[in-house]
């Protein structure tokens, strides 16, 4: 795996030297670097890249240790290491209080997967020579890659040109362990933001290049490490799945996960120390502690668990190590090495090697990899992609390696279209041609003609005449908006509504007058939960948009097909007897009856909510599906909230393009500035962070405490009655707000410490609030069935693991029964959540932790779920388990201002085309039409026609120069 991160001048340099450099052993300014590698017996960092040919008249090799003395002159002055001369312009000559931002280079850490961590933790000395070994290798091999293909300048007026560079100056430091004292094999390479261009003068790194090669060059060094310990040491590799909603890991077989997860020790760290804290407390004072006592108490603990790193020499590692393996398993650690290291050496894979066929089922994978993810890719996408489908294959070199990408890629960009043709080759960045499938983009063009096209339904005349009369009760933009609706002419439309402008309210009244009017309303959403809440408030069914695609075209219909072709064959086999036959003839009526539940029918209005969150390909299929019965779709959402995680971008076209519906008037928020504020938000003002700021609303500082202070806050204002959304942008603090806010919970009595391991790894006990991450129409509630985001508490554990819940904030209410392979897989703690699924609610207080990552969408949605609080604790440090990063702590200010300026809004495909097309904005398409894809409708009893399961359609085009 690699990360990145940049390093700055000045703090940034002290990290690097302090805690990158010292194997993260956090030194004091008069600490000495050599002292440190002499007591610890680390390797001393080292030279690397082609730049250093330049440094010093020629006399710094690549290898050479790096001194103390080298380091301040290329990484916070911008000076040859030897001769001290300027390497262009030096950092400390730039203009005073811009220093600090000011790029001095790129933090880039290469981390071995944990399975190979632990193998070389515990293996014998030749074994952990040849893993060490290969990671350097794999390593080397990685970086001439970063070299030759990444690392780039710009050169001309405005840096017009990206030019290739006579190589990178870099430092390289190993380091062993974690901050938790766990193995960890990985090497941080420093390179500096000085390189010279074909001309000899020294400029800075094009840092977008090397952002936007990061996962290809991560993917790259996991292929060649798992070719280089296959070759070797004849380890084999299989993927591991980590839960539904994680990414699998690629591990050397034969370490069991107990083994890993010993190794993986820093949240049980923290656990064990508030439990054993809290123990002591209660036998010194005779009481438990108070809840600002544990706050206090949890915050100085988790940086003691996360303590200065004690400087330890590598053997002392290695036996404490081995002997927590030994403690763990009862068996020797060279023989638990030794265990993964059986598998016979077979021959590895030249790149000539891998046949047509198996290249074309790559490139496929490739195809529905990249297609999936997004509606426009570059062949930096392409060749991560390309990385991580031919993973399983061992090959013979990293030439080997590197020569069967470049074949999948080329393979796969031949089979895309390209977007970009009209740049001209100087001003292109390398890797950055972007792309798209002719599947996407006529899927997009279904969307964009529904919405140009009139429908074939007249509108009443009635319908003109009662719509102000029906909808007096709505302010004036939404009157406005739902009679746009109502009165269109068009097979599809688009509201628009920011957060807190009543849609909810503006589709009731639109949908009862359309009932009213007109025909019937079936509402969509993207989860069950927002469907149920949809359905509530339009008093229609409501369904998800996923089960209505497989329930009317996908696998749910073709179970159907297939069952009616069976009954079929029952009703005109003259051999059986009339009441088997009259039998099998009842149940073919069965299924027309069930599939007819999911067709739209003519007259319909079809609600689209959170439309958003909806990919293209899904919001097309419904769209056809509509346009063929003479049915009328509305697309309701905002696409300046998060967007879809699949390729998406329609919605906000459709939105940019209009005419659309929309609402203006905020109604949320009880007070006037807050709704202006999240006005200005929405569009990336920064004069929102100024009002929040004034009104008190950004508090900010260390991440653990910032996320206590969060915790505080929530908890006091749940005791005062109030609703509240407790949120981070990723799953990791949200777990760790989770788990402090369980533990809290136990000290207090309210939770039992015992429990279950749940599907995020964390305890649920008695008295638990837990969620629901996964619809399961078999087990039943009164409201339903368990949907996806439900929220629960635990009443009962019961002895095969499963839990026994009813729903949170209903004492009353009926419990249910969780089995247990549900609870272990799809139930998590439920005290706080991510802000996309936060998304569509509506609460009292919000109370967001928000850290480096987080984009404008992100913040938006955390600020406007709020009808009388929404507060923002800002985390300035960026806290790491393994090693802390080369970068400096920003202030709340500009990590706030950082996080405006970052939008994650797709962009269409068609509106990519555009951009560099604008002469011919409508990119062509073959003419071939597309394959329907669709399951005919099922037949009535007397047709006796056979049905067949669906066709599916695949991505096809054209053309890529090179990779």
């Known amino acids: 795996m690699l990360s990145m991160h940049k390093l700055t001048v000045g703090d940034g340099y002290a990290y690097l030297t302090r805690h990158i450099a010292a194997g993260d052993a956090g030194l004091f300014a008069g600490d000495s670097l050599t002292a440190y590698y002499e007591q610890t017996g680390n390797p001393s960092g080292r030279w690397l890249g082609g730049g250093l040919g330049a440094l010093g008249g020629g006399r ?83 970086l001439r890659f970063v070299e030759q293909w990444v690392i780039r300048t710009r050169v001309g007026a405005a840096g017009c040109r990206q030019v290739r560079t006579r190589g990178m100056v870099a430092a390289a430091f190993d380091h062993w362990d974690s901050r938790a004292g766990d193995p960890n094999l990985h090497t941080h390479v420093v390179v500096a933001n000085k390189v010279q261009g074909p001309d000899g003068a020294w400029s800075s790194i094009d840092g977008r290049t090397l952002h936007a090669a990061v996962v290809t060059v991560s993917e790259l060094y996991d292929a060649l490490l798992a070719d280089e310990v296959s070759r070797r040491l004849g380890a084999t590799w299989s993927t591991r799945a980590r839960g539904e909603r994680r990414n699998p890991a690629f591990e050397v077989d034969g370490l069991g996960e107990d083994l890993l997860a010993e190794f993986s020790a820093r949240s049980e760290q923290i656990h064990c120390a508030e439990q054993r804290w809290a123990e002591e407390f209660a036998e010194r004072r005779g009481r438990a502690p108070s809840r ?74 490739v195809l529905d990899d990249v297609s999936t993810r997004r509606s426009v890719w570059s062949t930096w996408n392409l060749g991560a992609a390309a990385l991580r489908s031919s993973l399983a294959l061992r090959m013979a070199s990293s030439d080997d390696r590197l020569k069967l990408t470049n074949a999948i890629v080329r393979e796969a960009g031949a089979a895309c279209v390209r977007l970009d043709g009209d740049v001209e080759p100087s001003r292109r960045r390398v890797g950055e041609e972007t792309f798209t499938s002719v599947e996407l983009l006529r899927a997009e063009r279904t969307l964009l003609e529904a919405a140009e096209t009139a429908s074939p339904l007249g509108i009443p ?38 957060a807190g402008t009543g849609k909810t309210t503006t589709l009731a009244a639109l949908a009862a007058e359309w009932r009213s009017t007109r025909g019937s309303v079936v509402g969509l959403a993207p989860s069950a939960s927002a ?42 086999d003259p051999s059986v007897t009339y009441w088997d036959r009259d039998a099998a003839n009842g ?38 599906q509509a346009g063929a019965v003479e049915a009328k779709v509305l697309l309701v959402g905002d696409h300046l909230q998060r967007g879809s995680v699949d390729a998406g971008g329609a919605f906000g076209m459709l939105s940019r393009r209009g005419p659309t519906a929309e609402l203006r008037t905020l109604w949320r928020f009880s007070q006037p500035w807050e709704a202006r504020a999240t006005l200005e938000l929405r569009h990336g003002d920064p004069a929102a962070l100024d009002a929040y700021a004034r009104h008190l609303r950004i508090s900010h500082g260390q991440h653990d405490d910032m996320l206590g202070d969060a915790l505080a806050s929530a908890a006091a204002a749940e005791a005062d009655g109030r609703v509240v959304l407790l949120a981070a942008a990723d799953r990791r603090t949200v777990s760790e707000l989770n788990a402090r806010s369980r533990a809290e919970r136990v000290r207090t009595g309210t939770v039992h410490a015992d429990g279950v391991t749940l599907g995020d790894g964390l305890t649920g006990g008695v008295g638990d609030r837990v969620v629901t991450r996964r619809n399961n129409r078999r087990l039943r509630t009164g409201e339903g069935f368990v949907r996806n985001g439900d929220l629960w508490q635990i009443t009962a554990v019961l002895p095969d693991g499963g839990l026994r819940v009813r729903p949170a904030g209903d ?45 404008r969408e992100d913040l938006y949605v955390a600020v406007t779920r709020g009808r009388h609080l929404n507060r923002l604790y800002v985390a300035t440090d960026r806290p790491d388990p393994d090693c ?80």
């Open 884 to 963: 802390l990063p080369g970068s400096a702590p920003e202030s709340a200010r500009e990590l706030l201002d950082r996080i405006l300026a970052t939008t994650h809004a797709e962009t269409s495909a068609t509106e990519t085309w555009a951009t560099h097309h604008p002469e011919r904005p409508e990119p062509p398409l073959p003419t071939t039409p597309p394959q329907p894809s669709a399951v005919p409708p099922l037949r009535p009893p007397i047709d006796r026609s056979p049905l067949t399961p669906p066709t599916s359609s695949r991505p096809d085009g054209h053309v890529l120069d090179r990779w």
């Open 60 to 142: 710094l090799q690549v290898g050479a240790a790096v001194s103390e003395a080298a380091m301040t002159a290329v990484f916070r002055d911008g000076r040859d290491p030897i001769s001290i001369e300027p390497l262009g312009t030096p950092y400390r000559q730039l203009v005073p209080g811009e220093g600090r931002h000011t790029v001095a280079g790129y933090d880039l850490t290469f981390t071995a997967p944990k399975s190979v961590s632990v193998l070389w933790a515990l293996a014998d000395d030749q074994t952990r020579t040849a893993l060490y070994d290969a990671h350097r290798d794999a390593l080397a091999s990685a």
């Open 292 to 365: 600002v006592e544990t706050t206090r108490a949890r915050q100085h603990l988790t940086r003691e668990t996360r303590p200065p790193k004690f400087i330890r020499a590598l053997r002392e590692l290695l036996a404490d190590w081995a002997n927590r393996a030994r403690a763990l398993t009862g068996v020797e650690p060279v023989d638990l090495a030794a265990r993964a290291l059986t598998g016979r050496h077979s021959r590895p894979l030249r790149a000539g090697d891998v046949g047509p066929e198996v290249r074309a089922a790559i490139v496929a994978q």
């Open 587 to 624: 149940r073919r009526h069965a299924l027309v009856v069930d599939q007819k539940q999911w067709r739209f029918r003519r007259g319909d209005l079809v609600i689209v909510d959170e439309a958003s969150m909806a990919d293209t390909r899904t919001l097309a299929v419904l769209i056809e």
């Open 461 to 498: 005349a009635l319908a003109a005449r009662l719509a102000d009369r029906h909808l007096a009760h709505l302010s004036d933009d939404q009157r406005a908006a739902a009679k746009a609706v109502l009165l269109s002419t068009k097979q599809l439309d688009v509201l628009v509504g920011p």
């Open 531 to 572: 469907a149920a809440t949809l359905s509530s408030a339009l008093g229609v069914r409501c369904e998800t948009a996923a089960k209505w695609i497989y329930e009317s075209i996908g696998d749910g219909a073709a179970q159907r097909a297939l069952r009616y072709r069976a009954e079929t064959a029952v009703v005109e």
């Open 811 to 855: 004492p009353a209410g009926a419990t249910l029964r969780l089995p247990a392979a549900y609870v272990a897989a799809n139930v998590e703690l439920g005290y706080a959540t991510t802000t996309a699924r936060g998304q569509g609610r509506t609460v009292d207080e919000t109370h967001t932790v928000v850290t480096a990552g987080m984009g």
